[in-house]
Structures are given as structure tokens and as C-alpha cells.
């Protein structure tokens, strides 16, 4: 009983994501023209791989029995443990998202009239988004008790991460320079950093 409730907070908290979060950002975006795409096969293979473990598998977990037989029990505890972290995933992403604004790109791309944004979240990490996406790979077998649906997103995400990250970085200091280089020695890549 306690599974099927995790499960529908987990289809609700994709549904807020995807309706709340994402999509404002995604229409803003639209309207944008773009200066310079850095987008590669393997960028695109990358995010379809993520996509798959992160909402196609998990969604086809919670609406079908098909994937059951992979399925594992956890104290109650560890569920209720998994809601409080999607919660605070959602706010991350929310947060992540309202302070990027007009700069948001899905994509390894530059949009026109980009700024390098540094206040909001971004004061603290350069990248919230892969961070809210880091957390709701630990919230998500928590929620999901399932080796398929439950380790999807941690899984996919992994290459994404490791294969992204320092290109994107490198676009950055490309594009915004000793302005970019100095953000960067100031915060941390998904956690802040307290030293210097």
C-alpha cells in the first residue's frame, strides 16, 4: 500500500517537473534565437539514454506490472526518506530553473544575448541543474522499490554527467572568459564550496 503511495507522489512530483518547471523554461526557450550550438551525436544520444531512465522506465513501472519482477521492499522510513529528498530535488530544479531565466538552454548552446548568470542558487554551484538531477537519482529507489525503474535515472545519468559536464564547462570559458573563470574559482561544480 505504502509502494503505491510512493509511487503516485513520485508520478505527481514528474508531472510538477515536467508542467512547472520544465516546460515554462522550454517555451521561453523557443522564442529565442541561438549564436552557437555545441550539440554532438553523442549529446543527443546522451540525453535520450538519461530521458529513458529517468522517466520513460519509471513511468512504465508505475502504470504497468511489467517490470515487477525486478521489484525490492524497504522500510518505510526509507520511502518517507525519499519523498522528503524528491521534495527538496523540486525545489532545487524549481530554483535552478526561476534563476536562470532567458539563459536556460536544454542543449549545449549560447541563445542570444546570453548572460553568464552567477546570483540566485548559481552564487553557490555552477550547476544546480545536474545537482537537483544527482538528488532525484538517490529519491527515485526510494520512492521506486524496483532495480529497473529505481536505479534508472542514476544509472543514465552517470556517462551524461562525466561526458557533459567538461564540455559544457569549456563552452563557458570559450563564451564568457575571465568572467567565467572567475565564477568557477569562487563555487563548486553540484556542491558548494565553503574554501577557497
Do not use: C
Amino acid at each position: 500500500m505504502l509502494d503505491s503511495i510512493f509511487e503516485v507522489i513520485f508520478l505527481i512530483g514528474l508531472i510538477l517537473y515536467l508542467f512547472g518547471v520544465y516546460g515554462p523554461s522550454a517555451r521561453q526557450y523557443k522564442k529565442r534565437r541561438i549564436t552557437d550550438n555545441r550539440m554532438r551525436k553523442l549529446d543527443i544520444f546522451l540525453d535520450g539514454f538519461t530521458y529513458m531512465g529517468w522517466q520513460v522506465i519509471p513511468v512504465i513501472y508505475v502504470l504497468t506490472s511489467w517490470l515487477d519482477f525486478a521489484n525490492y521492499s524497504l522500510p518505510v522510513w526509507a520511502g518517507r526518506a525519499g519523498v522528503v529528498i524528491f521534495a527538496a530535488t523540486l525545489f532545487l530544479l524549481w530554483k535552478a530553473y526561476s534563476d536562470l531565466g532567458r539563459n536556460w538552454s536544454p542543449t549545449l548552446q549560447i541563445t542570444d544575448n546570453h548572460l553568464l548568470v552567477t546570483q540566485g542558487i548559481y552564487q553557490y554551484i555552477r550547476h544546480p541543474i545536474y545537482a537537483g538531477l544527482w538528488l532525484w537519482g538517490i529519491a527515485q529507489p526510494l520512492l521506486l522499490q524496483n532495480w529497473i525503474a529505481g536505479l534508472g535515472l542514476l544509472v543514465t545519468f552517470f556517462p551524461l554527467y562525466f561526458l557533459r559536464v567538461p564540455y559544457e564547462e569549456k563552452m563557458m570559458h570559450e563564451t564568457f572568459g575571465k568572467e567565467y573563470q572567475e565564477y568557477v574559482d569562487k563555487t563548486g561544480q553540484i556542491i558548494p564550496r565553503f574554501w577557497k
